[in-house]
């Protein structure tokens, strides 16, 4: 990637596109300390949860032992691995969760019966205000953490349109 950075503002720019990109997409480790194991009800897990678009779920587990199988619901409901979209077993998978839609996990080597099968909902990134005002304004005033993490959102949307603007111009 050929970048010639010619200014502050750029510098500036890039450095708070790096930060921001870190600070907003959330790792949900799935079973937390636990992990990917049998005889844990990962529904009690995802219900803790909120996904959103561009958000990682991210599986640990002893490899050889164990896998995720992303399916259906049919396969999440019979524990059956026929026709999954993908699979892993790295023992510390890192998976995008890149659409607004259900996603289903289970271990594909019997282990599923034993409880190894997580769903979780993606919902769509709320949609950014219309001025840096706005942001600024929600910020103050919200004090649930799915507010606060929207906001953070179209401020990073701000920056974003901020920085493609400054490159433009130059
Ligand atoms: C897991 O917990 C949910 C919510 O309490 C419950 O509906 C479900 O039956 C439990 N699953 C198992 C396998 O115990
Ligand atoms: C839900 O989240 C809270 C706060 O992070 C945590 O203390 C609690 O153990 C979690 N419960 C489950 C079932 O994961
Ligand atoms: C899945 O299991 C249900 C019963 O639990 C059964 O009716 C259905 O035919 C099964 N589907 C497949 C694709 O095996
Ligand atoms: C899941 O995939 C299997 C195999 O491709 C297919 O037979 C089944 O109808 C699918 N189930 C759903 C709910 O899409
Ligand atoms: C696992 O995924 C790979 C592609 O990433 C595919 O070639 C392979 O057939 C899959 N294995 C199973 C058991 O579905």
């Known amino acids: 990637m050929a970048v ?5 503002w750029e510098v500036a720019c890039g450095v708070l596109l790096l930060l921001s990109a870190v600070a907003t997409a959330t ?23 909120t996904f959103y678009v561009g958000d990682l779920i991210s599986f640990r587990y002893q490899r050889n032992q164990y896998n995720v199988f ?7 409901d019979n524990c059956t691995t026929e026709g999954a979209v993908g699979n892993w077993s790295s023992g510390k998978d890192f998976i995008p969760l890149n659409k607004a839609k259900r996603y289903y996990f289970i271990c ?4 599923c019966f ?16 219309t001025s840096a005002n706005t942001a ?35």
């Open 114 to 129: 034993s409880g190894m099968k997580v769903s979780v909902l993606v919902h769509p990134l709320p949609s950014p205000p």
């Open 108 to 111: 594909g080597n019997g282990q």
């Open 136 to 170: 600024q304004h929600s910020t103050t005033k919200s004090a649930s953490p799915v507010l606060l993490k929207s906001s953070l959102r179209s401020l990073v949307l701000s920056f974003v349109l901020a920085c493609f603007g400054c490159v433009w111009i130059n």
């Open 70 to 76: 992303e399916v259906n619901q049919t396969g999440y």
């Open 27 to 49: 790792d949900h480790i799935v079973g937390a300390n636990r992990g990917w194991n049998p005889g844990i009800n990962y529904t009690l897990w995802a219900n803790n949860h």
């Open 4 to 8: 010639v950075v010619r200014g502050r």
